[in-house]
């Protein structure tokens, strides 16, 4: 399967279940993974697998993953604004917790994110999402699996 599409994880926020999940992946079926942050992170010793460390500041991993995503890559993001500007440049988004960004839903995405952080920001609420799950590993695991099924 390799030489096709790369797999792209924006590292600062990923969960170390889905980066286990990712680094099997890629080692099963031979296509690249990189992972972009703006820290150094650990990887396996692997040809197909690589850290990219950017420089701090704010959205720098983001930066660095939309000018290198190609048409038909995949990048594993929680970040509404990158998963829109990488869909636009017709690759894939898909969440750490297994849902997919859709160009058909990405702009109302993008509304909501807004609206919400208009309440962060006048004290109407506080937090964030919640706490990363065994469940949302699993419901990862699965949509990767069957995105790697039908890039085949």
Known sequence: MSGGI???VDGDACPAPVKDILFRAATRTGLRLTLVANRL?????????RAVQVAHGF??????IEAAVVAGDLV?????????AVLARGAHALEPRGE???????HERLQMRALM??????GVMSGGPSAFSVSDGRA????LDRFLAQAR
Not at 100 to 106: D, E, N, Q, V
Not at 117 to 122: A, E, G, K, M, Y
């Open 6 to 8: 790369s797999i792209w």
């Open 41 to 49: 992170l650990r990887v396996p010793a692997s040809p197909l697998i």
């Open 59 to 64: 959205d720098a991993a983001d930066r660095h």
């Open 76 to 84: 594993i993001t929680s970040d509404i604004p990158l998963a829109a």
């Open 100 to 106: 997919w960004f859709s160009p058909g839903t990405i």
């Open 117 to 122: 952080n208009d309440l962060r920001d006048s």
């Open 140 to 143: 990862f695991a699965a949509a």
